[in-house]
């Protein structure tokens, strides 16, 4: 069994804000995060051990951004994003 047998996936794009660790200047940047919602119904071809994991499992989100481009055009530098959660359960 796979992911894809037990979520909806959509992708969603979120506002925060961060600050350039060059220039330290704070901007709102958008992040794409990859949404896993659990299907209503179990698929039909799930073995007990399948059904259990499809009973215990939760929606969740994936940080698909990794790096951001600072918007200062003096700057312009690619950094991290730093201390942000790359899974989050809904």
Same mark, same amino acid.
């Given at each position: %069994? =796979?992911? @894809? &047998?037990?979520f909806d996936e959509k992708q969603e794009t979120k506002s925060a804000s961060f600050a350039c660790p060059? #220039? @330290?200047? @704070? $901007?709102?940047y958008d992040i794409r995060w990859m949404t896993r919602r659990k299907k209503k119904n179990a698929p039909r071809h799930l073995n007990? =051990? &399948? @059904?259990a994991r499809f009973d215990k499992s939760r929606d969740y989100m994936v940080r698909i951004d990794d790096q951001l %481009? #600072? *918007? $200062?055009?003096? #700057?312009? *530098?690619?950094f991290e994003i730093p201390?942000?959660?790359s899974v989050v359960f809904i």
């Open positions: %069994m =796979q992911e @894809r &047998d037990i060059f #220039c @330290r200047e @704070r $901007n709102e007990q =051990q &399948d @059904r %481009m #600072c *918007k $200062n055009m003096r #700057c312009r *530098k690619r201390s942000a959660q």
